[in-house]
């Protein structure tokens, strides 16, 4: 049996509540990481974002293989991003 769900969207959650911090996003094929600084409907903007190749240990210190992206600031769409938390 089909069960119905309501869903409430709430203000300052998810993305939003990770403002000023250091994030890792799960994409559809790549894994990016750096300080979230800006978030809208179709992308997110990090600062020091580096692509994330190897990850390792979830509990050292830093990423394995992580190369820094070129410029200031990455974007990265939203629509690609498949999870996402707390950074190194």
């Known amino acids: ?22 994030v890792l996003l799960f994409g559809l094929n ?16 990090l600062e020091n974002a580096k692509i994330v190749y190897e990850t390792g240990s979830f509990d050292s210190k830093g990423y394995t293989d992580a190369q820094a992206l070129p410029g200031a600031s990455w974007y990265v769409q939203t629509s690609a991003i498949e999870s996402f938390g707390l950074g190194k």
Do not use: H, P, R, S
């Open 1 to 22: 049996m089909k069960q119905v769900v309501t869903v409430t969207e709430v203000d300052g959650e998810g993305l939003e509540a990770l403002l000023n911090e250091n």
């Open 30 to 45: 790549y894994i990016y990481a750096g300080k979230l600084v800006g978030v809208n409907d179709k992308f997110v903007k």
